[in-house]
């Protein structure tokens, strides 16, 4: 079959919407929280059969954990299979227990589809899936080969799955993230996540009859709160939160030791090594007081670099080519993308499903926008 590019989003709506409208159904119906093993396991099950009835070569990664689901790899040649993959990443696991579609049930209201996960991101796992599918009936190939990875733990940093994303990523050109979409625009820069723990060492005393001879470990690290807070700066984008506070063991104790642990989010790397510095200076106000410092990289920025840059110019050229103009935005919050951005791979994100409220309750996707942002898909694996 031989279609020209305007008429791809109107051939995906009128032969391909009710068939994905099923697929959306199958998927969300195989409830998979991230823990659980076999449920997860029967996604990847489901994957499975319908990238095996596409021709791919499948690969099974263990995720070596009892409570994770495996990782799924499918692979097919592209028309040059010199030039490196284009590897497009969506996860399998949701936030959502087992028993959710009882109160939550995968449904079909005016434009809006809903279901746990349709939005994080199973919607993704059906567009990949779908798009390879449209390829293939228009008896089309891709220039590059194509590299799909399914994985089972991204909605607990991806514990499991990293060591794959990143030697995966590490072989390809291109990867493509379907997380869900924001408005209608895609995500060329997300915020990374640092945490830090700081701990405070004072000295015991009895508050009534020794009050003088302690240190007050709480105190210190109210101190040290204060500076923290003030690291925060909207106008960069960098956010600074001091979370959670413990220490002391009864009130007529003077506190030896206080606890704060810190939720950072920096646009750029430097803006994270920068604040990293900051905080890994920090020394105490009180006479006698000790800080302890442990500094975790939780994610690294997906920072806006020349080659997302670049990528993004040509979707957005394909998608001129569809009929419409593709924006660009941020967010702070992280995904996949953020690992393999960080390895210097052009990464875009943000290609999944149009939608919302992810994690929430009303989340869903919107039907009316299924065959435009597919089409785009299908346009980058084919000619990127």
Known sequence: MRIE?????????????????????????????????????????????????????????????EDRGD????????EDNTLKPILVIAHMDTVWKKGTLADMPFKVEDN???????????GAVVFAIEAMKIIQDLNKKTKR?????????????????????????????????????????VLTARKGILYFKVTAKGKASHAGMDHEKGINAIEEISNQVIKIQRLTDY??????????????TRTNVIPAKAVLEIDARVPTNAESERLIKEIESLTPVLEGAELDIYTLVKRPPLDRTDGIVDLYSKAKQFARELGYELEETSTG???????????????????????DGAHAVY?????????KRLALLVKLLEKL
């Not at 990782?71 to 592209?78: D, V």
């Not at 809006?112 to 199973?122: A, N, R, S, T, V």
């Not at 951005?341 to 149009?354: R, S, Y």
Request: charge should be negative; charged fraction near 25%.
């Open 5 to 65: 590019t305007e008429d791809l989003i109107k051939l995906i709506e009128t032969e391909y919407q009710d068939e994905i409208i099923d697929f959306f159904k199958e998927i969300i119906e195989i409830e998979s929280p991230t823990t659980d093993r076999e449920a997860v396991n029967q996604v990847g099950e489901l994957i499975r059969r319908k990238v095996n009835s596409l021709g791919a070569e499948i690969e099974i990664e263990p995720s070596g954990a």
């Open 71 to 78: 990782h799924i790899i499918a692979r097919w040649p592209g």
């Open 112 to 122: 809006k589809i809903y279901g746990p996960g349709i939005f994080d991101m199973k």
């Open 145 to 185: 080969p194509i590299t799909f990875l399914f994985n089972s733990d991204e909605e607990i940093n991806s514990t499991t799955s990293r060591s794959v994303i990143n030697r995966e990523a590490l072989k390809s050109e291109y990867v493509l993230i379907l997380e869900g979409g924001v408005g209608e625009a």
């Open 235 to 248: 106008k960069v984008g960098t956010t600074v939160s001091c979370g959670v506070i413990s220490g002391g």
């Open 333 to 355: 919050a992280i995904s996949d993308g953020n690992l393999t951005a960080a390895l210097g791979i052009p990464t875009l994100d943000g290609l999944g499903p149009i939608g």
């Open 363 to 371: 989340e869903h996707i919107e039907k009316d926008k299924i065959a």
